[in-house]
């Protein structure tokens, strides 16, 4: 206990090791140059995305009521929107790390993530986002988020996007997170099966009653993540569509309550008879986001999910009627709100499952300091079941 306590005193006191007499970093800054604002406008602490922020993303990466400088070339054609530069951005993260309990070594991690965003207008209605990981933990991982996005479809106020994308983004934003240590219950898939909150190809459908704020979205997806095509260059496996519908409310200035629900099916291969077998899953959890005056914010999400048929390959077998359920906590507090030269955070994680390998349990802590508006520097320690526990000193940066 007491070589514990003595750990995250230490990883505290390094964390404040890292301040420096100086001025959130991240998104994308070609935004910030477009429109010639500070990255704090719609992130602080960087990435995390403000309300401001999340409106900006919903309008279609454009401030409605704000003209960028000169943004597309008069070439004398009203159908023509054509870029005056096209807007890219650079994300460059890298850290130290620990691990006290299997053998203590210090490794260097830089860079641990490289990325190249781009994101813009196409037209009043029309706009596009991607980005291209050149290297995560040392692979290139290709092309993640990707898709075009049409704002207010015929005069609706329903928001149309497709493409690939993180199907758990209108819950809870992974990318976007403060801490190294990941938001486990939102990732976790059992045996062989594809469908996943995380990236996938499809479609979303959102809409925002505008008095009450309520806020619907659905997704349509093909189930199968972002892998490369297969034959006749298809990138679903099957014939089978998966669905999620979330509604959420916010109540009052400083609360909003979700709920969502995924419903799929798939037909996954069975090595053991050389055919397939059909899997239905069922994911389904509320979301409760608290976020007062951006000085503490508190993040709860829970989910369950149901499969009834995966595939082990660790013991070659079939296994049926699998359950997993768990949570994920976060809390943010920022002491002078978006002004805060300096943050801390903290992250629960918990997963159990009747297919042991799923289960999780983790705690984090994670102390930065906003050196810049596009530069984070941070400290962070996890300690998970089993007793393992992870030290990492870093940087955040986006240029």
Not at 31 to 45: E, L, N
Not at 206 to 213: A, T
Request: charged share 20%; net charge neutral.
């Amino acid at each position: 206990m007491k070589r514990k306590l003595l750990y995250l005193i230490s990883t505290l006191f390094l964390s404040f090791l890292l301040i420096i007499p100086s001025q959130t970093s991240n998104g994308i800054p070609a935004f910030a140059r477009k429109y010639q604002i500070s990255c704090q406008v719609c992130h602080s602490p960087v990435p995390r995305l403000k309300p401001f922020g999340e409106d900006f993303a919903g309008d279609g990466y454009r401030m409605i009521k704000y003209e960028s400088p000169r943004y597309f070339i008069q070439a004398g054609d009203d159908k023509l929107s054509l870029l005056r530069e096209l807007p890219v951005a650079v994300r460059f993260d890298g850290m130290v790390s620990t691990d006290f309990r299997k053998n203590g070594k210090v490794d260097f991690g830089t860079p641990f993530g490289l990325k190249i965003m781009s994101g813009g207008e196409l037209s009043d209605k029309l706009s596009y986002y991607f980005y291209f990981f050149m290297s995560e933990a040392g692979e290139m991982v290709g092309v993640e988020d990707a898709f075009l996005m049409y704002h207010d479809l015929f005069g609706t106020g329903v928001n149309l996007t497709l493409g690939q994308f993180q199907v758990c983004d209108p819950l809870y934003k992974r990318e976007l997170r403060l801490t190294l240590e990941d938001a486990r219950i939102l990732t976790v898939v059992p045996g062989n099966s594809t469908a996943s909150l995380t990236y996938d190809r499809g479609m979303i459908i959102d809409y925002e009653i505008p008095k009450l704020k309520t806020q619907f979205v659905a997704e349509i997806l093909n189930g199968s993540g972002i892998g490369p095509a297969g034959e006749e260059l298809l990138f679903d496996k099957d014939k089978y569509k998966n669905v999620m519908g979330i509604v959420s409310q916010p109540i009052g200035k400083s609360i909003k309550l979700g709920i969502f629900g995924y419903f799929g099916k798939e037909q996954n291969p069975n090595p053991i008879l050389s055919a397939n077998f059909l899997n239905d899953t069922r994911i389904f959890g509320p979301t409760l986001n608290l976020d007062f005056n951006e000085k503490l914010i508190v993040n709860l999400q829970y989910a369950e999910r149901s499969d009834s048929w995966v595939y082990n390959s660790d013991f070659n077998i079939l296994v049926a009627d699998i359950k997993t359920r768990g949570g994920l906590a976060e809390v943010i507090y920022c002491p002078k709100g978006d002004n805060s030269k300096w943050y801390a955070s903290g992250l629960l994680n918990w997963v159990d499952s009747n297919l042991n390998d799923l289960d999780y349990l983790s705690g984090t802590i994670h102390a930065g300091y906003i050196f810049r508006r596009n530069v984070r520097l941070f400290s962070e320690f996890t300690l998970y079941s089993g007793e393992n526990e992870k030290l990492s000193l870093g940087f955040v940066s986006a240029f």
